[in-house]
């Protein structure tokens, strides 16, 4: 069992950036796929960005170019870092962990909020 915990959310005016943190209470080595999901109102989760143990990236497109995920596995932190905020970029932020790439994730952490004001 491992928990996850994320900060760094808060309130960015558009244009502005934020960078998300999600501490795991263990190892997140056994962990191939390391991921950001988000949840706007009324919208299902979709997933943001994942990265696997060797370094391996995924984005989705809405996102390519002004976020990047990156993990630490001493610390067993992962991160996002978000730039160019956008008004459509506001949800819920979740920090997932899955032991296969392609895999659903096994854990979830709380979810923090991220708020873009246009």
């Known amino acids: 069992q491992v928990q996850l915990v994320e900060s760094g959310g808060g309130l960015v005016e558009a244009g502005g950036s934020l960078r998300l943190s999600c501490a795991a209470s263990?190892?997140?080595?056994?962990?191939?796929?390391m991921g950001w999901h988000r949840q706007a109102p009324g919208k299902q989760r979709e997933l943001v960005a994942k990265?696997?143990?060797?370094?391996?990236?995924f984005y989705r497109d809405s996102v390519k170019g002004r976020f990047t995920i990156s993990r630490d596995n001493a610390k067993n932190t992962v991160y996002l870092q978000m730039n160019s905020l956008k008004p459509e970029d506001q949800a819920v932020y979740y920090c997932?962990?899955?032991?296969?790439?392609?895999?659903?994730?096994?854990?979830w952490g709380q979810g923090t909020q991220v708020t873009v004001s246009s």
């Open positions: 997932a962990a899955a032991n296969r790439w392609d895999s659903s994730p096994d854990y």
């Open positions: 990265i696997s143990l060797g370094g391996s990236t």
């Open positions: 263990g190892s997140i080595l056994r962990f191939n796929n």
